[in-house]
């Protein structure tokens, strides 16, 4: 088994069953995740979620729908998926918040005449 398979076998393994190794394996996972996260952070400017939620709200959706992923690399681009949809329900939200504001100031200034 080389270190690719290595790594599968945990990405694809219940977390809570992790020997120590297998956790600082992990780590090494979760850290390029937040390179990653990083990136995808850049592409959306307005958001308000740090790197690290970034990554633990994508690792919180993966983990709900029981995925299995072919090799590290499948993980990667599907966990990158995650972040940029994660990131534009985020801009959604900013933006309708804004346009709510918008609304409330439009109503308030009509009100005052």
Do not use: C, P
Request: net charge positive; glycine share 0%.
């Amino acid at each position: 088994m080389d270190k690719s398979d290595h790594i599968t076998e945990i990405i694809n393994s219940d977390s809570k069953k992790l020997t120590h190794d297998q956790q600082m394996v992990m780590n090494q996972v979760f850290n390029h995740l937040k390179i990653i996260a990083k990136n995808n952070k850049y592409k959306f400017k307005k958001n308000e979620l740090n790197t690290t939620a970034l990554v633990h709200e994508a690792w919180l959706k993966l983990n709900n729908n029981a995925s299995m992923f072919n090799d590290r690399n499948h993980y990667y681009a599907v966990s990158s998926m995650a972040m940029k949809q994660i990131l534009l329900n985020e801009a959604r939200k900013i933006a309708n918040q804004g346009h709510q504001q918008t609304l409330n100031e439009e109503a308030l200034i009509a009100s005052t005449h």
